[in-house]
């Protein structure tokens, strides 16, 4: 079973900058592709960014300059450096790790962590 376990969130003003961790208890985390995605209320879950077990990073467009997502496999994990946050940055943060290969393979999921951007 695979644990994700976000931390980092929390209260920022507007043009203050966070950084979130997730950390994967599973040994083969340099094989997933992981994400950051987030859900504000009443709205979808979107994405924020993605990283390759290659390396090959992607960007929601609201995010793009602003947003760095990294990996360190030797730590098991997966970081959002989010500069710049606006009060439409607000929602709950979750990381994910996607084991998929053609279409086989599971997608695990963190319980998530509260991102609040104040104006």
């Known amino acids: 079973q695979v644990q994700l376990v976000e931390s980092g969130g929390g209260l920022v003003q507007a043009g203050g900058s966070l950084r979130l961790s997730c950390a994967a208890s599973v040994r083969t985390f340099s094989r997933a592709s992981m994400g950051w995605y987030r859900q504000a209320p009443g709205k979808q879950r979107e994405l924020v960014a993605t990283?390759?077990?290659?390396?090959?990073?992607n960007y929601a467009d609201s995010v793009k300059g602003r947003i760095t997502i990294s990996r360190d496999n030797a730590k098991n994990t997966v970081y959002l450096q989010m500069n710049s946050l606006k009060p439409e940055d607000t929602a709950v943060y979750y990381c994910?790790?996607?084991?998929?290969?053609?279409?086989?393979?599971?997608?695990?999921w963190g319980q998530g962590t509260q991102v609040t951007v104040s104006s």
């Open positions: 990283i390759t077990s290659d390396g090959i990073t």
């Open positions: 994910s790790a996607d084991f998929r290969i053609a279409g086989r393979g599971d997608v695990y």
